[in-house]
């Protein structure tokens, strides 16, 4: 099992980083091809079809933020207790990883039928808009075990390195649900035309198809990690283990969610084009932002191993190269932003009010991806180290502390404009930060500069 793993302390960093990266970014690359492709889909409905599914966001956003949050808090823990030759603590951080998964899943069936409705009538009073985002909702909430579990097997194979095999299911996953997309929604070969409900149908026949091919591929074959039964009772410190990197990771990846609720809320006060705008630009930005979490999920487990062997200059060296590599691909978002943002938003089939709005959005908003670089690698870094807090700091200042008080201020003055100026000073700040903050992390034993 020890020499399974061993090429994450031996392999040159660069050739390793890219041997793991790639695969994930591919794959996030399919994904948020799969998130833009369910838009425009929908968007073929109309206006209102679209917003309704952009008020269902949130909701389904926090399903994802906590699978891969508690997926990073067990992938944090196998990369560590791998690394410094723990092989037991490994398999208990591994199988007490899906047993709370499990108790992810009934979580979210209760909040799917007792909090959708109210929760979506906070944002809208259109009768239409409500009963097809409530459609939508009910269906991703109350199914969404196959989403918690597939993420769980998702991030204990990333622990191990077998970035292929999360590549082709997760592709697997998008594909199934790209192909089901219209056949549901709008009623080919047979089938009623479900409208928005379709869609969510086939987001969740997706991810529950990707989950059980996790399980087949599991059984087939001995891997660096074992889920075992002996495992089952609570360790507190491995549970307090997982969580304290978990915990921190989901309220960073829920914090789009309360920032796109609060948003749509200001925004609604001008217009509900303006809450569509909002919507479409994070499917777009997923395109942007996965591949970077790509390079992240990558790195996290070179990070981890080789925190755990006490390999510090192997980490520094991932950490630089991450970061070279993240900030390739926000400059080349900018630059598609800057001068394609007409192209971009003629996907969603946007009459000219939608086309102004978000052509204006897009291109103040970009001003802060390569910034943003920095925010995204280090915050994936304090991760890997085992360090939730510092993480969750860097993501507070990128997406909550900056960025909501100053949309607040700004709309006053300059209207939506105001809100779109409030992401790119949210960057900057969070930057500034993560920078300082793993530059005094243990003296500055990881800062890569």
Same mark, same amino acid.
């Given at each position: ?5 061993? @090429? ?38 109309? +206006? %209102? ?42 398999d208990r951080a591994a199988t007490l990883g899906v047993v709370?998964? &499990?108790?992810?899943?009934i979580l979210f069936i209760l909040a799917g039928i007792f ?19 409530? %459609? ?18 998702? !991030? ?65 074959? +001995? ?59 994070? !499917? ?28 510090? !200059?192997?980490?520094?060296? +991932? ?61 994936? +870094? ?7 807090? %510092? ?21 006053? @003055? ?7 100026i409030a992401f790119p000073a949210g960057e900057l700040c ?5 920078? &300082? ?5 243990? !003296? ?6």
């Open positions: 099992m020890e020499k399974e793993n061993s @090429f994450m302390r031996t392999r040159p960093v660069f050739s390793l980083l890219v041997s793991m990266s790639v695969p994930m970014m591919l794959s996030m690359l399919i994904q948020s091809l799969y998130n833009i492709v369910d838009s425009i889909y929908v968007s073929r409905l109309g +206006t %209102d079809a679209l917003t309704a599914v952009s008020l269902a966001y949130p909701l389904q956003n926090a399903i994802v933020s906590v699978g891969v949050g508690i997926g990073v808090g067990i992938s944090s823990a196998i990369s560590i207790h791998l690394g410094s030759g723990d092989q037991e603590k490994a709370l998964t &499990f108790f992810h899943c909090i959708t409705r109210p929760f979506l009538r906070l944002f809208t009073d259109d009768p239409a808009i409500l009963k097809d985002a409530c %459609d939508y909702t009910y269906i991703v909430l109350c199914l969404s075990f196959g989403s918690l579990l597939q993420l769980a097997f998702e !991030k204990i194979f990333q622990s191990i390195g077998k970035m292929k095999i999360t590549m082709y299911l997760l592709i697997v996953g998008c594909v199934i649900n790209i192909i089901l997309d219209p056949i549901l929604i709008f009623g080919l070969l047979g089938f009623p035309a479900l409208g928005v409900a379709g869609a969510a149908i086939a987001t969740v026949i997706g991810q529950i198809c990707a989950f059980l091919l996790y399980v087949v591929v599991y059984l087939r074959k +001995t891997y660096a990690v074992r889920i075992r039964i002996k495992y089952v009772k609570p360790d507190w410190k491995i549970i307090g283990q997982i969580y304290s990197v978990g915990i921190p990771s989901t309220i960073m990846m829920l914090l789009p969610s309360v920032l796109i609720s609060i948003l749509n809320r200001i925004l609604a006060a001008f217009s509900d084009l303006y809450v569509a705008v909002l919507g479409v630009y994070f !499917k777009l930005q997923t395109f942007i932002y996965m591949p970077a979490n790509g390079i992240v999920q990558g790195m996290r487990p070179i990070v981890g191993y080789n925190y755990g062997a006490g390999e510090y !200059k192997r980490v520094r060296s +991932t950490i630089r190269y991450s970061l070279a590599c993240a900030a390739a691909i926000m400059l080349l978002g900018t630059l598609l932003s800057l001068i394609l943002p007409e192209q971009i938003f003629a996907l969603f089939d946007a009459d000219a009010e939608l086309m102004g709005a978000g052509v204006t959005a897009l291109r103040i908003i970009c001003l802060g991806f390569l910034i943003s670089a920095v925010g995204v690698i280090y915050s994936g +870094t304090f991760e890997a180290l085992g360090n939730g807090r %510092d993480s969750l700091i860097i993501s507070l200042l990128r997406q909550f502390v900056i960025t909501i008080p100053l949309s607040c201020i700004l709309s006053n @003055f300059f209207g939506p404009v105001g809100v779109w969070a930057a500034v930060v993560a920078f &300082f903050l793993l530059k005094t992390y243990k !003296k500055g034993a990881f800062s890569p500069l």
